[in-house]
């Protein structure tokens, strides 16, 4: 469920739906994780999939209160580094927070586009498999979603 509804939210143009679905995704993802030993993982997601549901219903003081956490949280994964794979989370944790308040849905899915490769490459050096089909499904829909709006872009 996790994977179909990722790779729907990134294929579609609408910025609500969109995050909504991503934001579902992600909570869907958390008893995987939590099954297998990934607290942290646990952590970050449901923090992900909150940030996902406040981009969706606008809350424009919470929207700014993540745009201002982006570097302490950045910071706060670079000291816990544990190996040098985390520097790909520690970008990821800047792309993905800002695609949750993104206001422009090409903007929203280019953050994200880096957000999944940083994750999916990260999943895949871990032998996180769960986790990197969830990002090359979500890869895909995006390549379909750039696609479909560069023919968006042609006929106007």
Sequence with gaps: MAIFLNALGMAIKNLIKT????????????????LNGGLHGVYQSAIIALMFYIGALEFKKL?????????FFSIFLLLGLKEYEGLL?????ITT?????SKDSFKMKSLLLISTVSWG???FLINA??????????????????????MEKKKS
């Design 97 to 101: 927070p800002l695609a949750t308040i």
């Design 19 to 34: 995050k909504l679905l991503i934001g579902t995704s992600v909570v869907f993802i958390i008893p995987d994780l939590y």
């Design 63 to 71: 929207e700014r209160a993540i745009l201002y956490s982006i570097p």
């Design 121 to 123: 490459a990260y999943a």
């Design 89 to 93: 989370l520690v970008l990821a944790s």
């Design 129 to 150: 498999w769960f986790a990197f089909l969830f990002d090359l499904l979500g890869f895909i829909a995006l390549i379909y979603f750039f696609g479909k709006y560069k």
